[in-house]
């Protein structure tokens, strides 16, 4: 999924989850178990993309992330701690950060090549438009459930 998808499904985890020894462990599950669901993200296609594309679509999709991050805390779940829901998001997209050295400095070799090679096996990616369709669908349906319940 893309960094945003994570992002906001870890300040829901950071929303409801008020113990960092749970909400670490499940924040890094939900990244793998986010990634299971067909998805479209900015490493879709990267090799045809050019270095610098991908970089700036990636960059992008991070600073999207944090700023809906906090409206959704502002508006929905406004008892949560910013800091605390920080430190969530980045356990929520720790998998991806550990692929930055793999992906843009080519450092093919552990323990950035076996963080890779792990992602990849949960990785279901697809075109868009629904590749996008799948994630709002999840993100959206755990805010209204996390709001209800």
């Not at 900015?42 to 992330?65: C, H, N, P, W």
């Not at 008892?79 to 929520?92: E, K, V």
Request: proline share 6%; glycine share 6%.
């Amino acid at each position: 999924m893309t960094a945003t998808a994570h992002a906001l499904v870890g300040t829901v985890i950071a929303a409801k989850v008020g113990n960092p020894a749970l909400a670490i462990p499940i924040a890094i599950a939900s990244h793998y178990i986010c990634d299971a669901v067909p998805h479209w993200d900015t490493g879709y296609d990267r090799e045809i993309k050019s270095k610098q594309r991908f970089v700036l679509e990636s960059m992008a999709d991070v600073i999207l992330g944090f700023v809906l991050s906090v409206v959704l805390i502002f508006f929905v779940f406004p008892s949560t701690n910013y800091l605390y829901a920080f430190l969530i998001i980045l356990m929520a997209q720790l998998p991806d950060w550990t692929n930055v050295p793999y992906l843009f400095l080519n450092w093919d070799f552990p323990p950035f090549s076996w963080s890779y090679e792990l992602g990849k096996r949960f990785d279901t990616s697809i075109g868009l438009p629904w590749g996008v369709v799948n994630q709002l669908i999840v993100v959206v349906g755990l805010i209204l459930f996390a709001k209800v319940f």
